[in-house]
């Protein structure tokens, strides 16, 4: 039996879209200066004309030429998330004059270990229609599976998928330190609870509130999914 709470967030990612806005080749390290004098915590990876990237050990923001997103992880990660981004939508705003939207969306990737991969895809297989479900055209025995589902209205849209895989982790070593670090860490087993809530159509700089959109869309994605597992 699957429940919603039984799954962790792993990732929440925030990304709002606009018209190229060529300005940021003037303005990135203005971008840069401002962001992070609220989120000290922040370094710079990449400050150039067309992309301005910012890093913790949490939180990963980027601003280009028609989007910024941020991704957070961690304990946190929703109030962080929410944060960063509030931030982003108005140093855009106001340094690349930006006064409507294309497209802001919020993604939160959940996921439950397992102890193979036969447990993880048993524990999903129920949430496959019977008629995916039946017809295999792999040959063999399945190692894993990922389906899902779109739906748009007039003003918002949900993707959300249900996968169920192996994750193995490959570091690059070097040479070195061959002797006392390994390159490879423990297979994980795992079922993904990946879900992308979207506004359709263009958003007015002036109605938006990120972070409580976000707290809308998090409900929204948890509404879905506790119907989808009940």
Known sequence: MLDFSDYQIETITI???YDPAFVLWDKAGEIWAE????FPELRAQNVAPSQVVFESLDTRAAIELD???AICRGANAEKLAAEVSQKLLQVCSDRLKLAVFKRIGLREIRKRSFEDIDKAISAAMPLVPAAFAKSSFVGSK????NFGVRQEGESSGLTASIRAEVRETKLTIPWEAGDRFKSDTPKEYLVLLDSDYFTVGTTPRAAI????WAKQASRTIKRHWQGVLQ
């Not at 962001?35 to 609220?38: A, D, H």
């Not at 399945?142 to 599976?145: D, G, Q």
């Open 209 to 212: 509130n990120i972070e409580e």
């Open 67 to 69: 989007a910024f997103r």
């Open 15 to 17: 990304e709002a879209r």
């Open 142 to 145: 399945l190692k894993a599976i």
């Open 35 to 38: 962001v992070q004098s609220q």
